[in-house]
């Protein structure tokens, strides 16, 4: 017996569809059920001291969700806190758990400026998370996902598709193209997905979202850092790049330094989760000191980085 398509079977039965939209809607507030078990706590303690003092720095809170100071302006990335990614079902979310806690939560952050979204998947858009932000904070994101924001509270919403750019003050925001997916369910192909790269007076970072191998960063001619995914690449390489893929994307770059994400906190793919980051440093052999990050919780500041 041949069993249907997913794509079929929504395709022939509206109401699971519509049903996977409300669901896909949740805003985590009854998900009691995902409070356990507490994932284990980040082995780092962020460091935020002078923050707001600072030209260019970096926190890693867990998987793609990076607390970032550049241009006088505090930028988070793919906000992600949930203890589990994915739909929401009542009293629970269906999806995988967290590995360890996020560095830092909501209540910790310093006042951020903008609110940065590379696309809609569940652990890169996750309502919940971004209905503890403030709702008064400016968001970028892809185009096509502002319906999953909005809703939310926020009034301040820029889409941008490659070659897009918008300013905040001296901090300039242009999406780039990388290669993967927009969807968040099975039949919206029609959403965006970006990188971004970020350019002030004195710095210039690279935020890649997710992406396979692609040489789309070659023209950059140079950033201080590249923030890059390095998981999820097994058996996905067609979407997400192998750790010796995103060592060649951040040289493509010119980075100085390469933060990478995508690791270490979601099961979403068949690797063991330290193999990315062991693989990344061997690929970075006698270079490794320009990994700028490599457990979650840990601060990077350029001013006291390794040249």
Known sequence: MRWPSIRNFVTRRPSTLRLAAHLNRGRGGMRWLDDYPVPPPASHVPDLKNWETRELSAIWIGHATVLLRIGGKTILTDPVFSNRIGLGLMLGTLGPRRRVAPALLPRD??????????????????????????????????????????????????????????????????????????????????????????????????????????????????????????????????????????????????????????????????????????????????????IALRDVGETWTYDHAVS
């Open 109 to 290: 952050l310093p006042k951020l400026d903008l609110i940065l979204i590379s696309h809609a998947h569940f652990d890169h858009l996750d309502r919940p998370s971004l209905g503890r932000l403030d709702k008064k904070t400016p968001v970028v994101t892809a185009p096509r996902t502002q319906d999953l924001i909005r809703d939310l509270g926020f009034r301040r919403i820029t889409e941008l598709k490659w070659g897009q750019h918008v300013s905040f003050d001296d901090l300039t925001i242009t999406a780039r193209e990388v290669a993967h997916w927009g969807s968040r369910l099975i039949l919206d192909k029609y959403r965006g997905f970006n990188a971004y790269l970020l350019q002030s007076a004195g710095h210039r970072i690279l935020f890649g979202g997710d992406s396979a191998y692609q040489e789309f960063f070659t023209d950059l001619g140079g950033v201080d850092l590249a923030i890059l995914g390095i998981g999820g690449y097994d058996p996905f390489i067609r979407n997400h790049a192998s750790p010796e893929q995103a060592w060649g994307m951040a040289n493509h770059a010119g980075a100085k330094y390469l933060l990478p994400i995508h690791h270490s906190t979601f099961r979403l793919s068949h690797e063991p989760v330290h193999e990315p980051i062991d693989r990344l440093i061997a690929a970075a052999g006698e270079k490794s000191d320009r």
